[in-house]
């Protein structure tokens, strides 16, 4: 399946109070297509060097917005062609079921020593470094349910999106 994505991240950077210069950039995200819909990463652990511990502990959620691309190539931000979404890790149990079947949720307290449904989720909430899950890191569905990748199965074949993402901090911030 042939789907045209263009991911941007737009980031508003701190004010700084010595230059009391607006530092914005854009960021571009990788993602991945499927015969299911498309897969946006959070995070560019790859090329991201000012990633680190307190980027992703004191993240609470991300805002994704969604926009058709017309043909004409021209990005369309009417609210009929916009789709919005908080991206957040597991909350609790039930979110868990969301993503893995009760075998993986079995395998997953085994691995990382838990002894209850509950304290799954609470790992997930409480462990959002990647280093936490070393290789199990590589699975999509541990990604999703640390709130790093986001899968919009909302798209149709043809089109061409423009995912515009903010991280939103525990202190109500946006970048």
């Known amino acids: 399946m042939n789907k045209k994505i263009i991911i941007i991240l737009f980031l508003l950077v701190l004010f ?3 230059s009391a210069q607006n530092n914005n950039k854009e960021r571009y995200i990788p993602s991945v297509t499927s015969p299911k819909g498309n897969y946006i990463y959070m995070y560019d652990l790859i ?10 502990s004191s993240t609470n959620y991300f805002v994704v ?10 990005d369309s931000a009417s609210v009929d062609n916009k789709k919005v979404i908080a991206v957040q890790g597991v909350q ?18 085994k691995q990382f020593k838990l002894k209850s449904n509950n304290d ?3 790992f997930f ?14 699975s999509i569905k541990i990604k999703m349910a640390l709130g790093h990748v986001y899968f919009d199965n909302d798209v149709k074949q043809g089109e061409t999106y423009l995912y515009i993402i903010t991280r939103v901090d525990k202190n109500k911030k946006e970048e």
């Open 65 to 74: 917005e969604r926009r058709l691309i017309l043909h004409d190539n021209a």
């Open 120 to 122: 799954v989720s609470n």
């Open 16 to 18: 700084s109070d010595l």
């Open 125 to 138: 909430k409480t462990h959002p470094f990647p280093e936490s899950y070393k290789f199990f890191y590589f």
């Open 47 to 56: 090329h991201d060097n000012s990633l680190d511990s307190v980027t992703f």
């Open 92 to 109: 609790n149990y039930s979110d868990l079921t969301k993503l893995f079947s009760s075998n993986e949720i079995e395998g997953i307290k």
